[in-house]
T-cell receptor, first 112, second 118 residues
C-alpha cells in the first residue's frame, strides 16, 4: 500500500508570505493526487486535484505541483491570510482508484 | 442537497457499551466511505460501499465493528463492546464513481461523529 509523508507537522508563516507544504509518497505513482483542507472539529474539504500528466495546477491563490520522478507534490498558498490557517492533507488513490489514502497532514498557522 | 450528514456529532459512552453512527450521503453518490481519525493523524480508511455492496474492509475494522448500507442509501457504523482505544472521530464521505482510472475519486466528507469512550 501507499505510504505518504507530509513533512512539517506544523508550519508557521507570516501573513502575506507564501506557504509551501510537501507531500511525498513511496510506492507506485498514482494517476492523480488531491489536496484537502481540514478545520478543527470538521471533516476534510476538497481543494485541488492534479493528474500525473500535469506539472502544475492553480486555483486562485493556490498552486499545486506534481513531480512523479521525485514522487512529490508541493502545495503553495500565496499572499497567505490568517483565514488560511488549517490542517492540509494530501491524498492518493489506490491502484484500483476505489479509495483514497491520506497523509498525516500539516497544520498551517498564518501569523498576522 | 445539504451535503453529507452525520449523526450524532458527539457521543460519550462507557467502555463495553454499543454505539451506532449514521451517515446520509449526497443522494446521487454511489460510493460511501467510513474513515477514522485520531488527534494529529490523517483519516484512516475503514470500509467502503458501492451502492449497497460492502466492497472492502480495512484490517483496522475488528469484528466489533460492522457497517451496513441498506438499499444503497444511508449507512450505519456500529461498534460493539466499545474500548477506550475506539475514541476517535468517525468520518463518513461519499463520491460519485464514474468508473475506471480516469475518473478521479473526489470525496465529500461529513462533519464527523466524535466518539469518547470513558
Amino acid at each position: 500500500s501507499q505510504k505518504i509523508e507530509q513533512n512539517s507537522e506544523a508550519l508557521n508563516i507570516q501573513e502575506g508570505k507564501t506557504a509551501t507544504l510537501t507531500c511525498n509518497y513511496t510506492n507506485y505513482s498514482p494517476a492523480y493526487l488531491q489536496w484537502y483542507r481540514q478545520d478543527p472539529g470538521r471533516g476534510p474539504v476538497f481543494l485541488l486535484l492534479i493528474r500525473e500528466n500535469e506539472k502544475e495546477k492553480r486555483k486562485e491563490r493556490l498552486k499545486v505541483t506534481f513531480d512523479t520522478t521525485l514522487k512529490q507534490s508541493l502545495f503553495h498558498i500565496t499572499a497567505s491570510q490568517p483565514a488560511d490557517s488549517a490542517t492540509y492533507l494530501c491524498a492518493l488513490p489506490n491502484f484500483g482508484n476505489e479509495k483514497l489514502t491520506f497523509g498525516t497532514g500539516t497544520r498551517l498557522t498564518i501569523i498576522p | 442537497d445539504t451535503g453529507v450528514s452525520q449523526n450524532p456529532r458527539h457521543k460519550i459512552t462507557k467502555r463495553g457499551q454499543n454505539v451506532t453512527f449514521r451517515c446520509d450521503p449526497i443522494s446521487e453518490h454511489n460510493r460511501l466511505y467510513w474513515y477514522r481519525q485520531t488527534l494529529g493523524q490523517g483519516p484512516e480508511f475503514l470500509t467502503y460501499f458501492q451502492n449497497e455492496a460492502q466492497l472492502e474492509k480495512s484490517r483496522l475494522l475488528s469484528d466489533r465493528f460492522s457497517a451496513e448500507r441498506p438499499k444503497g442509501s444511508f449507512s450505519t457504523l456500529e461498534i460493539q463492546r466499545t474500548e477506550q482505544g475506539d475514541s476517535a472521530m468517525y468520518l463518513c464521505a461519499s463520491s460519485l464513481s464514474s468508473g475506471g482510472l480516469l475518473g478521479a475519486n473526489v470525496l465529500t466528507f461529513g462533519a464527523g461523529s466524535r466518539l469518547t469512550v470513558l
